[in-house]
């Protein structure tokens, strides 16, 4: 296959880019780099199967050549990130996966969405079914993330609807593994270069709000079968182990022996109070389910950022 990857210069894109190309497939990615870095595809660049466009897909998306499937994950996608670009976010989510889906209409090509479990808001129901419709403050700070996957989530369904295109939506949880930018302001990159460094880890809020945290590995295996499959879903893809974020501090402080100090800061507007998948269609439609626990995911995350001692100093710098 000949897949056109956008935000593939992002923390999961650039893992998606390299599962394909592992598997024998061609990538075209697409990345404005605004939140991504060259850096994630440097190892790439030299395989003659990968090829690098940098393209704004708000603007356009065009590929010259034959595709056979358009894999759309353009977007920031940490809170910190979107709430500094907010009509960036909107622009990417509505026009952006407007065009990605024209580019597959266009080749007649599988379409996924990268939408998010953000779609569920600050969730009334526990834990998270697909049948869930959600509760998203419209007019929130957060709306400009939350309003743009579900308004993508809409026109992809209506692609299929109206000109059957083959696609398929991916409702994504907290994922977390090596590439992530080390001060991104996500919890888990947030907190190892927090305790590598020494700073206090900040708890937002009394830290009793909870995530379910995917490794990168398992995501993108998820991400493979959707694209593999013809089904639309949406899917739940995530971790069904929740914790408290105060339980991610304990074990992050444990796991590097930091002897960091907690900071309690204020609880951001909005901030969902839990979040855990109910992976049910997934395992039974994809055969999906993640492999890798918490322990062992973070295991892997830290020695990453422990292995670039230079970029948590040069980023906390900028
Ligand atoms: P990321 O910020 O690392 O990657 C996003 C990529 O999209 C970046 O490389 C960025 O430069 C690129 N991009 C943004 N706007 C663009 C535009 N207009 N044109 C071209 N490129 C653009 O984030 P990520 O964690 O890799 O997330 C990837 C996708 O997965 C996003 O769509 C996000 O909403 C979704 N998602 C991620 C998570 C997670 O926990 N990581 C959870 C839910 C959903
Ligand atoms: N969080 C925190 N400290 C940080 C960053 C985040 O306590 O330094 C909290 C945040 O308020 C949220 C949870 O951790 O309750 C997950 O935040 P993240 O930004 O990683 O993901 P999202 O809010 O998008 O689920």
Redesign the pocket.
């Known amino acids: 296959m000949r897949v056109a990857v956008?935000?593939g210069?992002?923390?999961?894109?650039s893992h998606l880019c390299a599962a394909l190309l592992r598997r024998g497939d061609s990538v075209v990615c697409?990345?404005?780099?605004?939140?991504?870095d060259p850096e994630n595809i440097a190892h790439l660049l030299s395989d003659p199967c990968f090829e690098f466009q940098h393209?704004?897909?708000?603007e356009a998306v065009e590929v010259a050549g034959r595709v056979d499937a358009v894999a759309h994950?353009?977007?920031?996608?940490?809170p910190p990130?979107y709430l500094r670009r907010p009509l960036?976010t909107l622009?990417?989510g509505s026009r952006?996966t407007e065009n990605a889906l024209r580019l597959a209409l266009r080749h007649d090509a599988r379409f996924i969405l990268?939408?998010?479990?953000?779609v569920y808001g600050d969730p009334l129901v526990h834990p998270q079914e697909e049948a869930y419709w959600g509760n998203v403050n419209s007019i929130g700070p957060r709306s400009v993330y939350d309003e743009a996957?579900r308004y993508a989530e809409a026109v992809s369904a209506a692609y299929r609807r109206t000109h059957h295109l083959d696609v398929g939506i991916a409702r994504?949880?907290?994922?977390y593994g090596p590439r992530m930018r080390p001060h991104d302001g996500r919890v888990v990159s947030s907190f190892i270069t927090q305790a590598l460094t020494g700073e206090p880890l900040t708890i937002y809020g009394d830290g009793k709000q909870t995530r379910s945290f995917c490794f990168v590995d398992d995501l993108i295996r998820g991400l493979l079968a959707l694209l593999d499959s013809c089904a639309m879903g949406p899917f739940n893809l995530g971790n069904p182990v929740e914790h408290t974020v105060s339980e991610l501090a304990e074990i992050v402080l444990a796991m590097t022996g930091s002897t960091s100090e907690v900071k309690y800061l204020p609880l951001p507007v909005d901030d969902p109070t839990r979040r855990r998948p109910v992976i049910t269609r997934a395992r039974e439609v994809l055969g999906w389910e993640p492999e890798i626990d918490i322990t062992e995911g973070l295991r892997r995350t830290v020695a990453y950022f422990r292995a670039r001692p230079e970029r948590l100093a040069a980023s906390a710098a900028a």
Do not use: H, W
Not at 30 to 36: E, I
């Open positions: 956008t935000g210069g992002g923390f999961l894109g697409l990345d404005n780099f605004s939140t991504g393209a704004d897909v708000s994950l353009a977007s920031p996608a940490s990130d960036e622009a990417v952006g990268a939408s998010t479990s953000e996957k994504i949880f907290n994922t």
